[in-house]
Each structure stands twice: as C-alpha cells, then as structure tokens.
C-alpha cells in the first residue's frame, strides 16, 4: 500500500523541478497524473484566456484572486494543474508554500490545445469535480463551442451544458454570478 505522505512529497518534488525548468517562449507546463505536458499558446489560446478574465476583472473588481497559469495542486495522481484561468475566493490565503489551495478555486475555465485536449475532458475535469470546482468551463476555438460543468457531486459534475459562440453563457445561478459573452472569443 504506497504511504500518501510519500506520495505527495514526490508531487512536491516533481513540481518544484517543474518551475526550475526553463520553460520555452509561449509554452504553459503543468503536471497531470504524474506526466509533464507543455502546451504552446497561440494567439487564439490567450485572446480567449483574456476576454474571460476581463469579464471576472469587470464583475468581481481588479482585486479579485483571478490567475492565469498559475500551478495549483489539485486532487488525483500527482496533479499540478496550471489552468488558464481561475478565480479564488475573496480572503482565500495562500498556504505555506505560497500556492493556493484547491479547496478556494470557485471557478476554471480552459482553452483547448489541439495536443491536450483528453486532459481537459478527461483527468482534468475529474480532479475539478474531486476538488468540488463549482464551474468549470471548457472553451473549444476548433469547435466553437464552450462546455459549462456545475454541481459537482461524486468526482463529476451533474450539469453538463454546451454553449455556441456567440451566445451568452448565465452562470448567474452559479458563484461566478456572470453572463459571460462569447461573441468575441476568436476561432481556430
């Protein structure tokens, strides 16, 4: 039976290698399942990444807890996420590595990457669930759509929504309390 202490020591330990690493210009590492995965990010990626956090910055205040690629450990094998976006609840304090806790993520949203995208539907979405991340938003510019995941319950989600750009996205039911527009969210 592996010892959970050790297990999250090696997750430490992989992760501080992690952010030694020199990663290459335009490319976002994060570790799912125990693997390291280095995403590029176009253009198409950080214009969608920047129309969502201008819409929390514009509804939560320019100090609200929003990041971006920030590494967060979060439940399952050895996950140190980086999602493209997360807001952290308002008095949230970061532990005493100076990470934030996942247990404070009220919501994530990714943008899909041609080479991960299993891990965005996949481990991803059930380490959010675990975590209790009560919205999770994928956004797909391949597709143009955008899949809306609330209520988790049981390491998955009981809402499942599928949205087209263009159309606006309520989350007003939800801790995000938005109407997110995606008319301006650029296609691939």
Request: aromatic share 10%.
């Amino acid at each position: 039976m592996a010892d959970g202490r050790c297990d999250e020591l090696g997750r430490d330990a992989l992760s501080q290698q992690l952010e030694q690493m020199p990663a290459p210009e335009g490319y976002k590492a994060e570790i799912v399942e125990g693997a390291v995965f280095m995403t590029p990010q176009c253009d198409v990626h950080w214009q969608t990444i920047r129309w969502i956090v201008r819409a929390l910055d514009d509804h939560f205040g320019m100090d609200a807890l929003v990041t971006s690629d920030v590494r967060i450990a979060f439940p399952g094998e050895r996950n140190r996420f980086a999602p493209d976006v997360a807001k952290i609840s308002d008095g949230a304090e970061e532990d005493e590595f100076g990470r934030w806790r996942h247990q404070d993520v009220e919501f994530i949203a990714e943008v899909i990457s041609k080479g991960t995208a299993p891990n965005d539907y996949g481990p991803k979405k059930t380490a959010y669930a675990l975590a209790e991340v009560p919205v999770y938003l994928i956004a797909d510019p391949y597709t143009g759509r955008c899949r809306v995941f609330t209520e988790p319950q049981d390491g998955d989600y009981k809402v499942d929504l599928t949205v087209a750009y263009g159309l606006p996205i309520d989350l007003t039911h939800t801790v995000a309390g938005i109407t997110l527009a995606t008319d301006e969210f650029p296609r691939d």
